[in-house]
């Protein structure tokens, strides 16, 4: 059994643990300060603001989630039904 008393805290070891937390703050300033920054500042800024604008769902998983796209779907596949 290792006591307190022979547990040496060397730069060797805690080199490890500094760069741990170093990283995930890093990660936690990108995620929570540069992107959304980005957001409001960046030059995708053009189309957030379109998006919005439009009434674009832009969380659906899949745009044919929208009735805009369902409406296009079905109007296609009739055309190419009824062409024939």
């Given at each position: 059994?290792?006591?307190?008393?022979?547990?040496?805290f060397t730069p060797d070891r805690?080199?490890?643990w500094a760069a741990l937390i170093g990283g995930v703050l890093a990660l936690a300033?990108?995620?929570f300060v540069v992107i959304p920054w980005l957001n409001?500042?960046?030059?995708?800024n053009g189309?957030?603001?379109a998006t919005k604008s439009n009434g674009v769902d832009a969380s659906a998983l899949f745009?044919?989630?929208t009735p805009?796209?369902?409406e296009a779907v079905n109007y296609l596949g009739n055309s190419s039904k009824y062409s024939e």
């Open positions: 059994m290792v006591r307190d008393s022979e547990i040496h805690l080199r490890p300033l990108f995620a409001a500042h960046g030059p995708g189309i957030i603001s745009y044919t989630e805009e796209v369902s």
